[in-house]
């Protein structure tokens, strides 16, 4: 492709009787430069420029005076709290939080995915077979778990510490392990409290 | 014993080629990527495995910085007059006096971050000059902040046409923060929007990553 022949590199030419032949040239460039200058104009182009393009992540909230019949119509058996508190912690308890805290669990964001997959397959395992569900069946193309996880609901409580980061991580949770009712709501003072002290004991 | 003579081949090697690779690599990326626009104010995003495009439609922009401050940018796609009525709803609801010249520079503003009593001041700057402002974020409070009065005058503004709400939220910004971006939108009836993020792959092993290879 791209090279500077130089033919010979013949330069020199006769000037005349009694002058010295001019000394041979070399033409040939040296291309070490021009790399340096072409890597670092892609190095430029890497860090100035983007490729993938910020996607969006869907939220819908309720509207506020329909909160709390919905979270009591959810079955106790398939209720999932999760708490979020700082330094990336997460706790969560399934059912009512009992006043003991014995079934008060902590865990990481790597754990609560399991967690979530468990609890998911507990549903499946132990929903009692109703009359709708050859409907559902046939709306999410055969999909059998679209029926059996409807009493799955997981219920997110982030404290004043936790992070964006991780309200958006738990929701990815939820699209990842496709549990279809979930809410966001606040956290109670009593569950800040259990948070506290088990913080607070680390 | 005669001394053999190692012939000897020269050790430069020809850098001709590097130099074609190096500007092919360049030409690739000169093609395939575009320049991040310059934001005023740097907001990491977190990942996510949604796969769903921003669109380019009439929307409302709330940035959350990471020290937790709110900023609010409206994009109207068609006609950049509907700013300039924002800003006129903005004036004459919170009684601040914009001039017509004041209205027509937010036309050229990307972001606002100042409370409504410092925004006649801002806007009277030149864009130019308003990058070097240090603005503090919009001040919120458990009710929604006087985010609640942006949002309202760009639903006012953008009258009829159905109008995208959009939250771009840094990593480390906190909980309350969004929460009190929520309130603020739930002020004006608003209860679906969309949460910017890094694209991020499903996954493997989950049921999202055997759904989305299923579809494939």
């Known amino acids: ?202 | 014993m005669p001394s053999v003579k190692i012939p000897r081949k020269s050790t430069d090697v020809d850098m001709t080629p590097f130099v074609d690779v190096a500007f092919l690599i360049l030409t690739f990326f000169i093609m395939a990527t575009k320049f991040k626009p310059p934001e005023p104010v740097e907001v990491t995003t977190p990942k996510s495995v949604s796969t769903k495009e921003l669109e380019d439609r009439n929307a409302v922009l709330i940035t959350i910085d990471k020290d937790s401050k709110v900023y609010f940018t409206a994009n109207a796609q068609k006609d950049l007059n509907v700013l300039s009525e924002l800003a006129g709803y903005v004036s004459s609801t919170r009684t601040l006096g914009l001039t017509d010249a004041e209205k027509q520079n937010y036309k050229k503003t990307p972001l606002v971050g100042v409370p409504f009593s410092q925004l006649k001041q801002f806007l009277d700057l030149p864009p130019e000059k308003q990058k070097e402002v240090k603005q503090d974020g919009i001040p919120m409070d458990t009710t929604g902040g006087e985010l609640t009065y942006w949002i309202q005058a760009a639903q006012s503004a953008f009258k009829g046409s159905q109008l995208w709400y959009m939250i771009k939220g840094d990593n480390n910004s906190k909980y309350p923060a969004f929460k009190m971006v929520i309130e603020a939108l739930k002020k004006n009836d608003v209860y679906k929007y969309n949460l910017i993020t890094a694209p991020e792959d499903a996954p493997p092993g989950t049921e999202l990553y055997k759904e989305r290879r299923k579809i494939s």
């Open chain 1, 1 to 202: 492709m791209a090279s500077i022949d130089t033919g010979g590199g013949d330069s020199g030419h006769k000037k005349g009787p009694g002058v010295k032949k001019a000394k041979k040239l070399s033409t040939r460039v040296d291309m070490t430069p021009m790399v340096d200058l072409g890597f670092l104009l892609i190095t430029f182009f890497i860090f100035t420029t983007t490729m993938s393009s910020p996607k969006a992540l869907n939220l819908n909230m309720p509207k506020d005076t329909n909160k709390e019949e919905e979270l009591n119509k959810a079955k106790e058996s398939g209720a999932l709290t999760i708490l979020l508190g700082k330094d990336n912690h997460v706790y969560y308890y399934e059912g009512q939080l009992l006043p003991d805290g014995s079934n008060f669990k902590s865990t990481n964001f790597l754990g609560i995915r399991d967690e979530i997959i468990n609890k998911r397959n507990e549903v499946i395992k132990n929903h009692v077979h109703d009359a709708n569900c050859p409907k559902i069946w046939a709306e999410n193309k055969g999909d059998k778990n679209s029926c059996l996880d409807r009493d799955l609901v997981v219920v997110i409580k982030p404290d004043q510490d936790a992070t964006y980061k991780n309200t958006v991580d738990i929701l990815d949770e939820m699209t990842i392990n496709n549990v279809k009712r979930y809410a966001m709501v606040d956290i109670t003072p009593q569950e800040y409290e259990v948070v506290q002290a088990t913080e607070g004991g680390k």
